[in-house]
Each structure stands twice: as C-alpha cells, then as structure tokens.
C-alpha cells in the first residue's frame, strides 16, 4: 500500500515562489506517472500537471511556464516549484499516483492519493 505524504505549503506574497514536496512511504513511485492536482474551496479538484517516469511533463494551462514538476525516482520524492505565484493559486495542492504510466488529467485516473498541503497566496 502506497501512502503519500506532501509537504512544503505554507503563505507567499504574489509573485513569490514555493516549493512543495511528496514522499511515497510504504511502496514506490514504480513507473507509473505522478500528478499534481489541487482543490480551492467551492471548486472541483483540478489537474495541475504530472510526469512521466522518463522525465516527460504536461501542465495545465493556467500554471504553464510558472510552474515545475520533477520527481526524483531513486528516492521516490515529486517535488512542485511554483513561481510567480498568484492569488488564484490557493488551493489545498495534492499529489497523485497513477494507475498507469502516461499523464492523464482525470482524477479517477489515479489510485494514490496524498492528504493535501495549503497553498495561500496573498495579493
């Protein structure tokens, strides 16, 4: 049973930047693809953007050329490094692991799921 843990949410300024982390404990990353969605309130969880294992991201629209994914496969860490943060960014930001090895955007995708860290940005 693989359990996910993200890590690294906390308050910025817009424009600022922030680094949030996943750890897989009690399996692997495997091959499969990791994700990042997010979820403010009112709204329906949202695909953020994922990583295949070589390396090959695809990002949402909204957060292209802001943010990055990276996934370090030897220590089974995904990380997300938002820049230029904006206040419709907040979002509680969760980690996902797929059940397959392409990024697909459906939450149902997904088969793992972190408990969630806060992202609040400030204007």
């Known amino acids: 049973q693989v359990q996910l843990e993200e890590s690294g949410g906390g308050l910025v300024q817009a424009g600022e930047s922030l680094r949030v982390s996943c750890v897989a404990a009690?399996?692997?990353?495997?091959?499969?693809?990791l994700s990042w969605f997010r979820q403010a309130p009112g709204k329906e969880r949202e695909f953020v953007g994922g990583?295949?294992?070589?390396?090959?991201?695809l990002y949402a629209d909204s957060v292209k050329s802001r943010f990055t994914i990276s996934r370090d496969n030897g220590k089974n860490i995904l990380y997300l490094l938002m820049n230029s943060l904006k206040p419709e960014d907040t979002a509680v930001y969760y980690c996902?692991?797929?059940?397959?090895?392409?990024?697909?955007?459906?939450?149902?995708?997904?088969?793992?799921w972190g408990r969630g860290t806060q992202v609040t940005v400030s204007s």
């Open positions: 996902a692991r797929s059940r397959a090895f392409p990024v697909t955007v459906r939450p149902a995708d997904y088969s793992y």
């Open positions: 990583i295949k294992w070589d390396g090959y991201t």
């Open positions: 009690g399996g692997t990353f495997d091959h499969y693809a």
